[in-house]
């Protein structure tokens, strides 16, 4: 039988003073609650409660073993109200990765979480890499790409597309191109992290699906290298819509190419090893990173 079970059932005998009432506490019969004392009592190879007719009292040894039951009871219900009170309340340590691009967007839902919830804290890493979530004891992650994880539980926030462009100098020097095909001439700046790898996905025009297969001198998971080296003239990039670039392109410091050509969409998502019991630490930083998202989407999407 379950032994905690059978430290139960003995300390509620001892403290009902018989079988019949520990029983009806417990709402189990009578017999099932002596079955689990006398198992306990196998167990231990020792005599727990002297029976009468009338009640039951403790042996030397049932006394000892009671005492040292009840801390034991006690202190599982204390770890039990202990973790309701972190399930049901914000605190403790959020572990948070980001991409370092987002952090510009992620950076405000912290302030605003830790100004909401003064007894939680955040431990926040950004970098742009690929996490093994459970290995790193991460709590949440918030990237632009979809995790390669198929076992974690991912949450749309918000979409986004690249917009393909270069700058004039890069035109001035190479000419631009004309049709999707003409980009396997040209010098691409490539994202280590973009899910197609060497091929890069558009709609249009119409609704069809198209690809072209790129390659290039620079390939990095840093998104602000790929910028600085687009703005100098070294290539052509897929930029994601959320770095900024809406400002260089009014600007005139990148210019959009093949407009008919519209990368495909993407999202940034957050992601989390389970949706069973889901802390309220990560549920309102969860909701909070929702509304942020909401409220910036223009500038997220923006082309």
Same mark, same amino acid.
């Given at each position: 039988m379950d032994r905690l079970t059978g430290l139960t059932v003995f300390s509620q005998v001892v403290e009902s003073g018989g079988f019949s009432a520990a029983a009806r506490r417990l709402n189990m019969s009578t017999t099932m609650v002596s079955n689990h004392v006398q198992a306990l009592e196998g167990r231990l190879g020792a005599r727990l409660l002297n029976r009468t007719t009338r009640r039951v009292n403790l042996t030397d040894v049932g006394r000892a073993y009671y005492e040292r039951c009840r801390r034991i009871l006690a202190d599982l219900e204390e770890a039990d109200q202990a973790a309701g009170l972190?399930?049901?309340?914000?605190?403790?340590?959020?572990?948070?990765?980001?991409?370092?691009?987002?952090v510009p967007f992620i950076a405000p839902v912290v302030i605003d979480f830790l100004a909401r919830y003064p007894e939680a804290s955040v431990d926040l890493n950004a970098g742009e890499r690929n996490v093994d979530m459970i290995e790193e004891g991460l709590d949440l992650a918030i990237r632009a790409v979809q995790p390669p994880e198929a076992n974690l539980i991912l949450r749309r926030l918000v979409s986004w597309h690249h917009i393909l462009c270069c700058a004039p100098s890069y035109l001035e020097r190479h000419g631009a191109p004309r049709q999707l095909q003409d980009l396997k001439r040209h010098n691409c700046l490539r994202f280590s992290l973009y899910p197609f790898g060497e091929?890069?996905? =558009?709609? $249009?025009?119409g609704a069809a699906q198209v690809s072209v297969r790129v390659s290039g001198n620079l390939v990095t998971n840093s998104a602000t290298t790929m910028m600085k080296a687009a703005l100098a003239g070294q290539g052509i990039m897929m930029a994601a819509s =959320?770095? $900024?670039v809406a400002d260089d392109l009014r600007a005139g410091r990148l210019v959009r190419l093949l407009p008919d050509h519209k990368p495909i969409d993407f999202a940034i998502n957050a992601t989390y090893p389970t949706r069973h019991h889901l802390s309220s630490k990560v549920r309102a930083f969860l909701d909070l990173a929702a509304d942020h998202m909401a409220r910036h989407r223009q500038e997220l999407i923006s082309d």
């Open positions: 972190l399930q049901s309340t914000v605190r403790g340590t959020l572990r948070l990765y980001t991409g370092a691009h987002l091929e890069w996905h =558009f709609v $249009g025009p =959320f770095l $900024g």
